[in-house]
């Protein structure tokens, strides 16, 4: 299937500070993208939907500005986490949309996932 | 995007084919179901999808009733690594998002 990267991996920072991740897709081209949080032993909550050369979509109650998106190619979005918080952390995941290509259907793939701790 | 009822949880012997079954009895005509797994730590793992004709890759098969209501993610020769949450979910295909169910927690026993 096809490949999808985040980096970092993990990363701890210190409260006020903010932290980029960003999401690639390594082996196709996706003009959208979804950003996940994930708290422990809870599932995926879809924080916003990010398109390629345009405004990201964010989910009710997911601020815009503390969580800034840009989606600025077709193989890479960032997450941008403003300010941090210690309530920040959480296990942040991206997916990419291989959109439609004939009889293909669109299937997403998830990145592996950044941890983030906010001391 | 339908909603689906999944078993929160179920066991399985090393070896043995798991059958997880997803209801998504509200499916309508142009939705796909779709199973996805989590592995602790790790981000959703795409396995399958289908929209009633059964499906079969190298991961596992996915069969779908005929009135398309229900299915089973079939796994036929469970090993440990295949301990993980696994999600079915129900969508229009496009660039839609994923809304995520709490999934049926596999654990796989030696």
């Known amino acids: 299937g096809a490949v999808v990267s985040q980096h970092p991996s993990r990363v701890i920072c210190k409260s006020g500070t903010s932290v980029k991740i960003e999401c690639r897709s390594l082996?196709?081209?996706?003009?959208?993208m979804f950003w996940y949080r994930q708290f422990p032993k809870k599932s995926l909550m879809l924080m916003a939907t990010?398109?390629?050369?345009?405004?990201?979509?964010?989910e009710q109650g997911v601020e815009k500005d503390k969580f800034l998106i840009n989606h600025a190619s077709l193989t890479l979005s960032t997450l941008t986490v403003t300010s941090a918080h210690p309530e920040d952390s959480s296990f942040y995941i991206c997916?990419?949309?291989?959109?439609?290509?004939?009889?293909?259907?669109?299937?997403?793939?998830f990145g592996p996932g950044t941890r983030l701790l906010v001391l | 995007d339908a909603k689906t009822t999944q078993p929160p949880s179920m066991d399985c012997a090393e070896g043995r084919a798991a059958n997880l079954p997803c209801n998504h009895s509200?499916?309508?005509?142009?939705?796909?179901v779709y199973w996805y797994r989590q592995i602790h730590s790790q981000g959703p793992q795409y396995i399958i999808h289908?929209?009633?004709n059964n499906e079969t890759n190298e991961m596992a098969s996915l069969i779908i009733t005929e009135d398309r209501k229900s299915s089973t993610l079939i796994l036929p020769h469970a090993t440990l690594r295949d301990t993980a949450v696994y999600y079915c979910?129900?969508?229009?295909?496009?660039?839609?998002?994923?809304?995520f169910g709490i999934g049926t927690k596999l654990q796989v026993i030696p």
């Open positions: 997916s990419a949309s291989t959109g439609t290509s004939g009889n293909n259907q669109e299937t997403q793939y």
């Open positions: 082996d196709f081209q996706a003009t959208t």
């Open positions: 990010s398109n390629e050369g345009s405004k990201a979509t964010y």
């Open positions: 509200t499916i309508s005509g142009n939705e796909y």
């Open positions: 289908g929209l009633k």
């Open positions: 979910i129900v969508r229009v295909v496009g660039y839609q998002k994923v809304t």
